[in-house]
């Protein structure tokens, strides 16, 4: 049943894939603003008419939309995603090129996540209506209605500029990481915070654990059986929280200036980069149905009632 179901699944991917990569592709043919004279002004030209009409030709802007798009996909499906109209070098390469700045900034988001978000929601949990918990709490629901930009200014002013405990910003060495990913990750912690704090006080209340304590099993079995239960919720949503890690990066690399995708993504935006932006939403795309179909994979493997359903 399992292989029935994620042979389904796999077999929707393309099709997904397809929509999003037409649905993207017409966006950026709707834009008002000419390509063409835009990658002539980055690169501090002049657009004259003849000029426009040149750059035109040579980005292929003259061709009718759908030949243009069947010869994006095309060569999309032989891992070509085209030029960048500002820089002049391909989008693959640019991407791979910052993509690893990207995972290592979700990599240390995630395990923030992992040690904060899950380990305060278990000891607010176990230390229910405690000083200790309402203190959690308080903090929880105080840095979930945080912006992010909001809060990486405020971590600068106070561990850079005040303290002079962090760099403000780019990769000067390996703690230059640390508060762009608490920046990214706060919101998350807060979220699964309460998240496992429900569960577990919810598992608490359930009839196998007065069972398991008629049976006579210790504290430290009966604790074991309720957190397993309770972070199953938790560890399938956070599969679904990786892409949208990655995808979040793209404020908090602006404003500590780390030359990930997500900084990439918003100069091809200012430029009208059409390349660039279409094999970034490829990628997104890529990663949130990966990520998608592994947390439902994940959801099947931990519930065996769920693996029986057709």
């Known amino acids: 049943m399992m292989n029935r179901y994620l042979f389904k699944r796999l077999l929707v991917i393309p099709w997904l ?11 950026m043919s709707l834009s008002p603003s000419d390509p063409a004279e835009v990658a002539l002004r980055m690169n501090d030209i002049v657009p004259t008419p003849d000029l426009i009409r040149e750059v035109r030709l040579e980005l292929g802007l003259d061709r009718p939309f759908l030949e243009r798009y069947f010869s994006w996909l095309t060569s ?29 900034l979700a990599s240390a988001s995630l395990v923030m996540i992992l040690f904060g978000g899950f380990g305060l929601g278990v000891l607010s949990a176990l230390y229910e209506d405690s000083p200790l918990d309402r203190l959690i709490r308080t903090l929880a629901f105080t840095f979930s209605g945080i912006p992010n930009f909001w809060l990486g200014l405020w971590l600068i002013w106070l561990f850079s500029i005040h303290l002079d405990l962090l760099p403000t910003g ?19 912690i807060s979220t699964y915070v309460r998240l496992v704090r429900h569960e577990m ?35 399938i949503a956070l599969g679904v929280s990786i892409p949208k890690l990655i995808a979040g990066s793209v404020i908090v690399e602006n404003i500590f200036a780390l030359p990930g995708v997500g900084r990439i993504c918003v100069q091809a935006i200012f430029a009208r980069d059409y390349p660039m932006i279409q094999g970034y939403i490829l990628m997104m795309a890529i990663l949130f149905l990966f990520f998608n179909l592994l947390a439902d994979l994940l959801a099947r493997l931990l519930d065996p009632r769920m693996v029986a359903r057709p």
């Open 201 to 235: 006080i919810q598992q608490k209340s359930e009839l196998y654990v007065l069972y398991a304590r008629a049976r006579g099993l210790s504290e430290w079995q009966i604790g074991s059986h309720i957190l397993k239960n309770a972070l199953r919720p938790s560890l």
């Open 17 to 27: 894939l397809l929509g999003i990569s037409f649905f993207s592709f017409g966006l």
């Open 76 to 104: 999309a499906l032989q891992g070509d995603l085209g030029v960048s109209y500002v820089h002049k070098e391909s989008v693959i390469q640019e991407i791979l090129a910052a993509l690893p700045i990207t995972l290592a």
């Open 170 to 188: 780019g990769l000067e060495s390996p703690a230059s990481i640390l508060l762009p990913s608490f920046t990214l990750a706060c919101a998350y």
